[in-house]
C-alpha cells in the first residue's frame, strides 16, 4: 500500500524560506513522477513542482526561480526547498505520485495522479 507523507509546513515571514518533504512507503515505480501541488482558500488545487524518476523536473511559472523539488532514491523522499516566499504562497501543499510516467504536457494533469498526501499547511505573512 502506497502512503505518502508531508512535513515541513509552518508559518513564516514574507522572503522566508521552507522545506517540505514527502515521504513515500510502498511506491516502487520505476518510471513515473512525484508532484507537489498546493490549494489555497477558496481556490482551486494547483500544480507546483514535478520530479521524474530521472530526475527532470517541471515547474508552475509562479513558482520558477524560487522553488526547487530533488528527490532522495535512498531515502524514498522528495522534498520542495522553498525560497522568497510571499504571501501569494500561502496555502495547503499536498505531494502526489503517479504509477506511470506521463510528459510534462501533463505534469499537473490532477487525473493521472494516483496516490495523495494528507497536506501541509504553509502560511506567509507580508
Known amino acids: 500500500q502506497v502512503q505518502l507523507v508531508e512535513s515541513g509546513g509552518g508559518s513564516v515571514q514574507a522572503g522566508g524560506s521552507l522545506r517540505l518533504s514527502c515521504a513515500a512507503s510502498?511506491?516502487?515505480?520505476?518510471?513515473?513522477?512525484i508532484g507537489w501541488f498546493r490549494q489555497a482558500p477558496g481556490k482551486e488545487r494547483e500544480g507546483v513542482a514535478v520530479?521524474?524518476?530521472?530526475?527532470?523536473?517541471y515547474y508552475s511559472d509562479s513558482v520558477k526561480g524560487r522553488f526547487t523539488i530533488s528527490q532522495d532514491n535512498a531515502k524514498n523522499t522528495v522534498y520542495l526547498q522553498m525560497n522568497s516566499l510571499a504571501p501569494e504562497d500561502t496555502a495547503m501543499y499536498y505531494c502526489?505520485?503517479?504509477?506511470?510516467?506521463?510528459?510534462?504536457?501533463?505534469?499537473?494533469?490532477?487525473?493521472?495522479?494516483?496516490?495523495w498526501g494528507q497536506g501541509t499547511q504553509v502560511t506567509v505573512s507580508s
Open positions: 502526489a505520485a503517479a504509477r506511470a510516467w506521463r510528459s510534462s504536457d501533463y505534469a499537473f494533469h490532477q487525473v493521472y495522479y494516483n496516490y
Open positions: 510502498g511506491y516502487t515505480y520505476s518510471r513515473s513522477r
Open positions: 520530479i521524474y524518476t530521472g530526475g527532470g523536473t
